[in-house]
């Protein structure tokens, strides 16, 4: 499912009455894609079927799927040798889901995956997360991802093409930026294919991308992690700016900042050269800036 991720909704069903559908109306039974949300179902087994083929489904038990609408993709899923579950904020997806997915019975969790602690649900476990990710939430579902690094050895799922294309990007491009240094830090990020806008009802304006991350072997950086964050969202903020002017809150000596590397511009560092430039700024930084606790 695409749409907002937000709490609100009509406070209608959302279910169709029954009638013949005609114009954009619905089939009897199928949830209606609400505008307020922003949504926009898959409707395309084929894609649906290339997405679930998308993981893995090695080194963990359990998948995680956000916004699974009506099902298109979970029904893919579940096909497969892995313990699914499903995060859903959309009450009348959640109440088709129960419906025509007895599978999942205990398994759908009618949660905001931003806010939920996913913890309740694997505990400790290794899992991975898949989806069709809606637009306005995505960059913020691939951080909340990181956040989890340490239990996601895989993620995989539709994003707005120009998003996909971001997070897979490499250095000296303008779409190189701050997710795909942090993502790349963490994960090999492939753009796998590009997925046009009728495969949707309603169709969305701009065409989606498919991407798969799989998490490194050694994941743990050499370098103050906190920290790393901290230098890659300072130094993108003024991306056309010179390390050296962009990264001054940092208030680093003279001698420091005349390396080299704070002649370049942000988009013109490889994620290794990131990671090496924190390196240079740790033992110089101060904490209540830094952000290093």
Not at 131 to 139: A, E, L, R, V
Not at 288 to 293: L, N, P, T, Y
């Amino acid at each position: 499912m695409k749409g907002k991720y937000n709490k609100s909704n009509s406070g209608a069903s959302g279910f169709s009455s029954g009638k013949k559908p005609a114009g954009n109306e619905v089939p009897e039974g199928e949830v209606r894609a609400k505008k307020h949300l922003g949504q926009h179902f898959l409707k395309d087994e084929n894609v649906a079927s290339r997405i679930a083929d998308t993981l893995h489904y090695k080194g963990y038990d359990y998948v995680l799927e956000i916004g699974p609408g009506m099902g298109v993709l979970t029904k893919y899923l579940l096909q497969k040798d892995a313990d699914v579950n499903v995060i859903e904020i959309d009450r009348d997806s959640v109440v088709y889901l129960h419906e025509h997915y007895p599978k999942l019975h205990g398994k759908i969790h009618e949660k905001d995956f931003l806010k939920y602690d996913v913890s309740e649900i694997f505990g400790s476990e290794q899992f991975s997360i898949i989806g069709n990710f809606p637009y306005n939430i995505s960059s913020q579902i691939v951080f909340k991802m990181l956040e989890l690094r340490d239990f996601v050895p895989e993620f995989s799922g539709m994003f707005q093409k120009e998003v996909a294309q971001r997070i897979c990007e490499k250095e000296g491009s303008k779409a190189y930026g701050i997710l795909s240094v942090l993502v790349q830090a963490f994960y090999e990020a492939e753009y796998l294919f590009t997925v046009p806008p009728s495969v949707f009802n309603p169709p969305p304006k701009v065409d989606s991308g498919v991407l798969r991350l799989t998490r490194k072997e050694d994941f743990s950086l050499p370098c103050n992690e906190k920290l790393f964050f901290r230098v890659v969202k300072t130094a993108f903020q003024q991306r056309r700016k010179t390390l050296r002017n962009s990264l001054k809150i940092f208030q680093l000596p003279d001698d420091i900042k005349e390396d080299g590397i704070f002649d370049r511009r942000p988009e013109q560092l490889s994620t290794a050269e990131f990671i090496e430039l924190t390196q240079k700024i740790e033992p110089h930084a101060i904490s209540d800036q830094s952000g290093i606790s």
